[in-house]
T-cell receptor, first 109, second 114 residues
Framework: EDQVTQSPEALRLQEGESSSLNCSYT??????LFWYRQDPGKGPEFLFT???AGEEKEKERLKATLTKKESFLHITAPKPEDSATYLC??????????FGTGTRLKVLA | DTEVTQTPKHLVMGMTNKKSLKCEQH?????MYWYKQKAKKPPELMFV???????INESVPSRFSPECPNSSLLNLHLHALQPEDSALYLC?????????????FGQGTRLTVV
């Protein structure tokens, strides 16, 4: 069965303290690996799409990478406004985006 | 423009009421989705529309009735809901059902059933 697991469940960082979020996936025939940011009470905001192992994408303080088994979202020198829940999702040949349970990130000033 | 617009933002309804949620996108996407999200949980797929036809119903109770009037609009009709149906309802769209492109989500409708 296709599955996506995220860790840690929650993460507290000091402002400027870099870290990484993990997304492990077991998906037959990966079509895409997606990262989203979600603020409380709002819809997920698209961040990155990754398609093949070795691929990397960057946006401001965020960098997403992909291997054959997992994806990482690296956050460099985070700021309080980076506080949110970060979701990853994978797709295969089926019709749904398979979401992980998310990492709740809190960045303290 | 990668915007998906949902209305209303908040909705409180009684268990005997009938209401509708609306979703609109102008990205030319041909796949549209309804998701339900409970607190601290990931979005849970309810329905998939592909080229304006319902292609997937994830065994959703009949008190939820989707409708796709045209390629830009998606509605979710609600009737005789239960308090446990209170949740954030999200609409999303993607280029197609090939699942190799990202989905864009609306800001959601926070539904409270009393």
């Amino acid at each position: 069965e296709d599955q996506v697991t995220q860790s840690p469940e929650a993460l507290r960082l000091q402002e400027g303290e870099s870290s990484s979020l993990n997304c492990s996936y077991t998906v037959s025939g990966l079509r895409g690996l997606f990262w989203y940011r979600q603020d409380p009470g709002k819809g997920p905001e698209f961040l990155f799409t990754l398609y093949s192992a070795g691929e990397e994408k960057e946006k401001e303080r965020l960098k997403a990478t992909l291997t054959k088994k997992e994806s990482f979202l690296h956050i460099t020198a985070p700021k309080p406004e980076d506080s949110a829940t970060y979701l990853c999702a994978a797709t295969s040949g089926t019709y749904k985006y398979i979401f992980g349970t998310g990492t709740r990130l809190k960045v303290l000033a | 423009d990668t915007e998906v617009t949902q209305t209303p933002k908040h909705l409180v309804m009684g268990m005997t009421n009938k209401k509708s949620l609306k979703c609109e996108q102008h990205m030319g996407h041909r796949a549209m989705y309804w998701y339900k999200q409970k607190a601290k949980k990931p979005p849970e797929l309810m329905f998939v529309y592909s080229y304006e036809k319902l292609s997937i119903n994830e065994s959703v109770p009949s008190r939820f009735s989707p409708e796709c009037p045209n390629s830009s609009l998606l509605n979710l009709h609600l009737h005789a809901l239960q308090p446990e149906d209170s949740a954030l309802y999200l609409c999303a769209s993607s280029q197609n059902r090939q699942m190799n492109t990202e989905a864009f989500f609306g800001q959601g409708t926070r539904l409270t059933v009393v």
